[in-house]
């Protein structure tokens, strides 16, 4: 049998369309079905490159007596997490309130207001059937109990989703009351923070560089070169293609959990951009290119836009695609260079994996070895990469989120801009427009699109702020106006519908369909708030345009998040960032030039900008560029204005006296 899953967007749906269970999307008809048969509404929510969700998906969803318990019992709803943040965010704090953890599958219990009653995670099948016989018994027979603890909930989760609470000024004794809690709290061993499961730190890692960069402070410099080399040198990240999975099981970043997520990556090759910006370090020159090329090779669509996701699972094995032994590196590479790998990339007789297998790490260093050890070590990976390629290979989730390809595009035209990589700027430029005619409709943003088509879920606040930055980042490559007054247009509608009265914002437009509270979580998780994303595009748009009540904006919805970064540091790691740009000026750098691709001046702007700062390159008045309108070149040579705060510094034209400007 089918389902109502066929004509879904997204293909974690799909993957659900043959279930025995009667599925429905999210949609008001669901709900009106519930209400008609008066039975409670299942909601099970989860993504395509979720383990746990593809193993209580085959233990109870494909089993024809569970499908039977619920198509009889209740009008069950499958929800992709990634399409709806906000019914994900909603449901999610429900069940950290009655549980005190959440985590995907998640399984929630909703009268037919969508009121959730009963919440959990993942149930083993025995468990699951047990669950659902005894909520259909509570439904007949305790029914007021049950509708008494879905108003309690919801009253919970309105009180952990409010917005109002203690506003006060992200000033530079908070910033650095964060860095030292962040020096504090990492992992003076292996890097990161906190114990395994062990996440990418890397939104606490770009606050840090900026940090680094506004007080000179070692500590922050030295955290942040720890963990990206412990990151890049471990399980964690793939030394045969590029990419950093989403998480180590342990504290050593040794194994992953193997997915490959769009955002990580996007945002780790920020963190790795700016640390070879900033040091040199070869190591982090060589990880930005490979996850540069890993976005591209690994997760490009044939329209230009970038896949979510890669799946943690192999025809159902972890791993599968990834781990070796050392009789397998010597088949592939005979005996000497065999035993060399092993040797190199620490896969021993015992295995660090499953079954005597081994995930692939840098045991030695490389990046600056003698050329003949580096040519040696390219060959090899070569090899190795090829011979995984004939494995059987993890599927992919390739709906484009309107979020995470703003992220993309921001880090891949900032690694444009600073090493003058022309394959990232037009990359850069390409998914810009994916995003600017795909994805916004009638002036509003929608959040998903999938083989070219998009999706009816509307843009998140997320949307609107990493889109928006993502554009101010393409006006800076490319000098052209279009992306500025696109970047306008997304802000103006995020200030008119998504702003709260205190500053900060509401993850839903005013106008978007109403859930049982309205979400508004100001944390940075796994990728940056909504609200972090748009003051991060704020602050760079009010700099390129001139104009200061953006930056105002800004800093209001800081002030919302300071009392937070004050105390959990490392959950405010996106908005901290933002606050040392804002400290910083940010800075306002225009180049002003006749060839603007081998001018010296743009590469020392690039090199030296401090923390957030915008640059421009082009000709004088070039149109649709603010920052260079009225300034001429001097004596007729390229010339650098340099302004902080809107005010300005004397013309240069050397990149001696524009470097000493920006320090």
Partial sequence: MGNRLADAT????????????????????????????????????????????????????????????????????????????????VYMTATQAMTGQGGWPMTVFATPDGEPFFCGTYFPKANFVRLLESVTTAWRDQREGVLRQGAAVVEAVGGAQAVGGPTTPLTAEILDGAADQLAKEQDESYGGFGGAPKFPPHMNLLFLLRHHQRTKSPNSLETVRHTAEAMARGGIYDQLAGGFARYSVDATWTVPHFEKMLYDNAL??????????????????????????????????????????????????????????????REQLGDEDGA???????????????????????????????????????????????????????????????????????????????????????????????????????????????????????????????????FCAVHQLTGDGRWLDLAGELLDTALARFAADNGGFYDTADDAEQLVTRPADPTDNATPSGLSAMAAALTAYSALRGEPRYREAAESALATVAPIAARHARFTGYAAAVGEALLSGPYEIAVVTGEPVADE???????????????VVGAPDQPGVPLLAGRPLLAGRPTAYVCRGFVCDRPVTTSGELVAQLQ
């Fill in 601 to 615: 001046l743009a590469r020392a702007a690039y090199k030296h900008a401090p923390p957030g700062a915008v640059v």
């Fill in 340 to 470: 060399w790998a092993a040797d190199l990339f620490a896969v021993t007789a015992k295995g660090s994996f499953e079954h005597g297998t081994s995930v692939l790490r840098l045991a030695r260093d490389i990046d600056d070895a003698d050329p003949a050890i580096v040519e040696r070590w390219e060959r090899v990976r070569a090899r190795l990469r090829a011979a995984r390629d004939e494995r059987p290979q993890p599927s992919r989730d390739d709906k484009v989120v309107a979020a995470w390809n703003g992220l993309a595009v921001t880090a891949l035209a900032e690694h444009a801009m600073v090493t003058g990589d022309e394959v990232t700027a037009a990359a850069a430029t390409k998914i810009a427009e994916v995003l600017a005619e795909r994805h916004i409709v009638d002036g509003r943003l929608r959040r998903v699109s999938r083989d070219g088509v998009v999706g009816e879920p509307a843009g998140v606040l997320e949307d609107y702020g990493a889109v928006a930055e993502g």
């Fill in 10 to 89: 997204s293909p974690y749906l799909l993957q659900h369309a043959d279930n025995p269970v009667d599925w429905w999307q999210w949609s008001a008809e669901a709900f009106a079905e519930a209400k008609r048969r008066d039975v409670p509404v299942l909601i099970s929510v989860g993504y395509a490159a979720c383990h746990w969700c593809h193993v209580m998906a085959h233990e109870s969803f494909e089993d024809e007596a569970v499908g039977r318990l619920m198509n009889e019992n209740f009008v069950s709803i499958k929800v992709d997490r990634e399409e709806r943040p906000d019914v994900d965010a």
């Fill in 268 to 329: 780790l090759l920020r963190v790795y951009t700016h640390l070879w910006r900033l040091t040199g370090d070869v190591l982090a020159a060589r990880v930005a290119a490979e996850t540069a090329a890993f976005l591209l090779d690994g997760l490009g669509t044939p329209e230009g836009g970038l896949a979510s996701a890669l799946d943690a699972d192999t025809d159902g094995v972890e791993g599968a695609t990834y781990a070796w032994t050392p009789a397998q590196l």
